[in-house]
């Protein structure tokens, strides 16, 4: 059991959940379904949001921290919907008080909202002592957001259709990055949206990359830079053209790889070693091009549980 731990009567967990980069992102045609086919690789990362679910009289979901006025409440909230989404299949009223501490970037392509829904999915497992298996709690994850099922299992993963589809991958060595935080959200339907508008009518089915499956294979920093790609970048850049700013300022700066991660508005930087993630992160400070430059690695395990009352 990868997810569960169980609990005698706790009144409170603390989870610790991670955000994510996408090392490729490959995007099929838009489906009849409203979604697109993916070819991607996820890697989750040391920027963590903690989420502390409590036994209360009614569902309530606070957040605070950076940007967290852009979060709804309640059951509009990820995390909320994954509470009562467990609630109603194991049976139980989903009565609990979800505080979240933001700090993975809201509308920034790292998939917060996912961590949170991942990490409620674990903390009220444990509080409620949820009987289900792996393959059952991923299921519901799947179901509440093409990007949940990763950010429930963490590490590093290859991810299909959707995205739900996961076939995990070996870790072979860390990641330094930085990620660039920027003054805009994006939002995810609209940089899709922007992509099919982009495009013409002849998009292939998305192919994973061997070049990358190699570099990660051979732990080589340099290697794995080259290999970054994503295809949401174009659309990304042309709803956020200021990001166009903070790549450069990445490349100037030495960085290995530069990437707008997922469908932005974060811009995501490969480093050679942590150092180096440090020197970067200082110099796209000083240029001005974002709003603040974070050091993170990766891949690092998904949602844990930190604190028990
Ligand atoms: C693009 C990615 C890449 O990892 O990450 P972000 O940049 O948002 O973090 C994800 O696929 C985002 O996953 P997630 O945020 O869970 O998306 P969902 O809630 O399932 O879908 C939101 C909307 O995005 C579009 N969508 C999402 C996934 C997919 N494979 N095809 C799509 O076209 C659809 O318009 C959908 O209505
Ligand atoms: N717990 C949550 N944290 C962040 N955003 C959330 C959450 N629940 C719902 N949302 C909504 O999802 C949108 C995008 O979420 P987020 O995961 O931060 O970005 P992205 O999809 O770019 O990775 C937010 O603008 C917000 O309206």
Not at 24 to 47: M, N
Not at 67 to 73: I, L, M, S
């Amino acid at each position: 059991m990868l997810f569960q731990q169980p609990l005698t009567r706790a009144h409170s967990v603390t989870v610790r959940a991670p955000g994510k980069v996408n090392l490729q992102l490959s995007i099929g045609p838009l489906r009849d379904d409203g979604y697109h086919h993916l070819a991607t690789v996820f890697q989750a990362v040391s920027l963590f949001d903690d989420l502390t679910v409590t036994r209360s009289d009614r569902l309530r979901v606070r957040t605070s921290g950076e940007n967290a006025a852009e979060v709804p409440d309640g059951q509009d909230n990820l995390a909320g919907r994954a509470a009562a989404l467990l609630a109603a299949r194991i049976g139980v009223e989903p009565l609990v008080d979800i505080s979240i501490r933001k700090r993975i970037p809201v509308g920034g392509g790292m998939a917060g909202g996912s961590a949170d829904a991942a990490g409620a999915l674990v903390a009220c497992a444990a509080l409620w002592q949820a009987d289900l298996g792996d393959a059952e709690l991923l299921a519901l994850a799947a179901r509440l957001g093409s990007d949940v099922s990763f950010s429930l299992l963490g590490g590093m993963a290859i991810g299909e259709r959707r995205g739900e589809a996961l076939t995990p991958l070996p870790v072979r060595s860390t990641q330094h990055w930085v990620f660039a935080l920027a003054d805009t959200l994006l939002s995810t339907p609209r940089v899709f949206a922007e992509l099919d508008r982009m495009r013409d009518d002849t998009v292939p089915e998305p192919v994973r990359s061997e070049a990358l499956l190699r570099a990660l294979d051979g732990g080589d920093p340099v290697a794995i830079g080259r290999a970054l790609t994503n295809e949401a970048q174009p659309a990304a850049l042309a709803l956020a053209p200021g990001m166009g700013a903070t790549l450069a300022a990445g490349q100037t700066a030495g960085a290995l790889g530069s990437i707008v991660s997922g469908t932005g508005a974060t811009c995501a930087f490969l480093a050679r070693d942590e150092a180096h993630a440090r020197q970067l992160a200082a110099a796209l400070e000083a240029s001005g091009t974002c709003r603040a430059a974070r050091h993170a690695y990766g891949p690092v395990p998904g949602p844990a549980v930190i604190a028990v009352e």
